[in-house]
């Protein structure tokens, strides 16, 4: 493969909803630009783009991929992305590093759930798109009503540039409204040719075109006014588009079927003719500082972003990149603000789906990867140690579900410590945590199929096999009322020097979130200002045990007031123990209850849903705290406790057709009604009584 030049680079992110067809789309480009001798498919899992095994096992990306389609002089760096949610980490690495992105509609049933949340993505890196209507072959496809769909659901001025020819299995090829010609299916590898339009569409095609003129015109004033003195040239309807496009000011609608590589060609040569290189794309800024930049040039120093890592225990890491500025050379070394670190860049490569090409450096604007960074993750910047910058990194979705884990196999403890860390680095929107409360090892993740792909992923790569359960809810305790003059008193004689500890405390309950205050108000040496410390001690060690559930005590205040000593049997120990029992004592009297941690939930769904998600939040004790309308979607917030969030990110992919969308963080701990209550504590009674048998 030849060096490219910057100018003549594209980089595409293929989006869409799980099943619309990219992977497809993209096999029919790389064997239109000769990268294959031969288009494979994904029902047969032999596609250069899906090539991990549990990609070709479930016939679905999981994963980004950067292939390589050569057309026209031009280089096509095509990035698949995984269309199911649980996968996004991927796809928000992908949009982060791309010019622009192709968004697949499937003719048969047009804009879906997953279309609309990826396009929502897109917006939110204010990238310019095409949209292509796939599987117009297919029974019941209908470019129509896809159309339709797309200007209804996204609300965005699709504008078609291309017509089908026929429908369903009558589908041949399309019409090209901006070459003015008819495209049809090639027979066996012969070239596509331009033919004379069909009859039945000529009155159509002239509308479509009259309509895309006038639009393309629009994007720049010295086109309109060309516009309004006469006709434009194909050539200035392309640059009309061009800018159209860049400035995100209409979407071009473009049409075909992947697997039958019809209005695959045109569609790349839009690519080339009319989206933007990364010269175009313009410079990127520093994070930390807005006076600094990097062109897209190679004569600036050298700047690349990291997007995604993949493990493997056996060959080390492998990190594909972007470089935004200068050129990157093999063997060079390369500092990482990020970690505050040099690393030593060893021969980078370009990736073609698994497939990696030697070359000795990634000029700017270019996709390429590494091997065996020692410290560089997804998300850090690579660039010339004598002219630092951090560009902006990678902002990941948040967990929306999560499972405690452990090892099938006693003893593999540590070895899935470090098969979690290993794939955590590789997919940063799988999280892991121990909680302290509930002493649960914990992965959080995306979706549950999200969360089982990483766990076959640890046993393919690790060879650790691994449990899922319901995770614990992180309970407290705490009490309700104040009380007054609890004395415990700790004694004990066994021959020799015995143990002593007299002690008085009062107890009052704090505010919500106001943790734990001790008073000392001993006077008069009842107990020597030594022993003072072993007090506090023995009560923070009680309230880790709580006394109904077993949950730690929080938000309670004790006030040390009087109490006596031994001067022979008195001891560090005798008043530790005084003190917790003096504790447990005082909160069996003080109206004990159970917290439980409250959440505020963020939830995106269209109208039609809202009616049902309120009702369904009343019925898990939600409090709806605001409606918003935001387009033809209504944002509802709502507090809600965080055991009954626990499977609803399942719950609200059904309840919406996977049209609805949440986001949750921990907001506060409330007490749990006492009904709710009682049951909990029976729950964890029994639990209890299971582990110990």
């Not at 979690?420 to 590789?426: K, T």
Request: hydrophobic residues 35%; glycine residues 8%; contains cysteine.
């Amino acid at each position: 493969m030849r060096q490219y030049r910057t100018e003549e680079i594209r980089n595409i992110g293929i989006i869409s909803h799980s099943g619309a067809g990219k992977t497809s789309l993209i096999e029919a480009m790389l064997y239109n630009g000769g990268a294959i001798e031969r288009m494979g498919s994904v029902d047969d899992g032999n596609t250069v783009a899906d090539y991990a095994s549990d990609e070709i096992e479930r016939k679905t990306s999981l994963n980004c991929s950067v292939c390589i389609a050569e057309w026209g002089d031009h280089k096509l760096n095509l990035i698949d992305t995984p269309g199911a949610e649980d996968f996004y980490g991927d796809l928000y690495g992908v949009l982060r590093v791309v010019d622009a992105v192709i968004v697949v509609v499937d003719a048969t049933t047009g804009v879906e759930g997953g279309t609309e949340k990826v396009w929502e993505i897109a917006d939110k890196y204010n990238l310019p798109r095409l949209l292509f209507i796939n599987k117009m072959d297919k029974e019941n496809a209908s470019f129509e009503n896809a159309l339709a769909s797309i200007s209804e659901i996204l609300e965005t001025r699709a504008v078609p540039i291309q017509l089908p020819i026929g429908k369903e299995d009558q589908f041949t090829g399309v019409v090209d409204v901006v070459q003015n010609g008819a495209f049809l299916e090639p027979e066996s590898n012969a070239p596509i040719q331009q033919s004379d339009i069909p009859d039945d569409l000529t009155g159509a095609s002239e509308e479509t075109r009259e309509a895309l003129v006038e639009v393309a015109a629009e994007s720049d004033d010295a086109l309109i006014e060309k516009f309004f003195e006469g006709e434009l040239t194909d050539e200035e309807i392309q640059e009309g588009i061009q800018t159209g496009i860049l400035e995100s000011q209409f979407v071009p609608v473009l049409c075909g079927s992947a697997l039958k590589n019809i209005g695959v060609q045109q569609l790349m040569d839009t690519l080339v003719n009319c989206c933007p290189s990364p010269i175009q794309a313009g410079a990127v800024q520093d994070a930390d500082d807005d006076s600094k930049s990097r062109e897209p040039s190679a004569d600036a120093p050298m700047s690349a972003l990291v997007f995604k890592t993949i493990a493997d225990p056996f060959s080390g890491q492998l990190s594909l990149f972007r470089v935004y500025s200068g050129t990157l050379n093999g063997d060079m070394q390369a500092s990482n603000p990020n970690r505050g670190e040099l690393e030593r860049i060893g021969k980078p490569a370009y990736m073609n789906g698994n497939q990696s090409i030697n070359t000795t450096n990634i000029p700017a604007g270019d996709i390429g990867a590494l091997t065996k960074l020692s410290l560089t993750q997804t998300g850090d910047t690579l660039c010339d140690r004598d002219n630092a910058i951090t560009l902006p990194g990678i902002e990941f979705p948040n967990a929306v579900i999560s499972f405690a884990i452990s090892p099938t196999q006693e003893g593999d403890d540590e070895k899935l410590i470090t098969a979690l860390n290993r794939i955590s680095e590789e997919d940063p929107s799988f999280k892991i945590e121990r909680n302290d409360v509930t002493k649960q090892l914990l992965v959080s993740g995306l979706g549950e199929l999200h969360i089982n792909v990483n766990r076959q992923r640890i046993v393919e790569k690790f060879s650790v096999e691994t449990e899922l359960f319901p995770p614990k809810v992180p309970y407290r305790e705490t009490v309700r009322r104040s009380v007054k003059g609890v004395q415990e008193r700790h004694k004990k004689q066994s021959g020799g020097k015995g143990q002593f500890g007299d002690v008085t405390i009062n107890l009052s309950p704090l505010e919500r979130g106001e943790g734990f205050d001790f008073v000392n108000n001993i006077k008069g040496g009842v107990i020597p200002s030594n022993y003072i410390p072993a007090v506090e001690k023995g009560i923070r060690e009680r309230m880790g045990r709580g006394l109904i559930a077993g949950y730690p005590l929080v938000d309670i205040q004790i006030d040390l007031y009087d109490g006596k000593y031994h001067p022979v049997d008195s001891s560090d120990m005798a008043f530790q123990i005084a003190g917790s029992m003096a504790f447990a004592t005082a909160v069996q009297q003080a109206d004990p209850c159970l917290l439980e941690p409250i959440m505020n939930v963020s939830i995106s769904v269209p109208d039609q849903y809202m009616g049902s998600i309120i009702g369904d939040l009343n019925g898990r004790r939600g409090q709806v705290m605001g409606v918003e309308q935001v387009g033809k979607r209504q944002e509802i917030n709502a507090l809600v406790p965080h055991s009954e969030m626990l499977r609803y990110s399942i719950d609200l992919k059904s309840m919406t057709s996977a049209r609805g969308q949440f986001t949750m963080e921990f907001s506060n701990y409330e007490i749990v009604p006492d009904d709710v209550a009682q049951k909990v504590i029976a729950i964890i009674k029994q639990d209890d009584e299971e582990e110990e048998a």
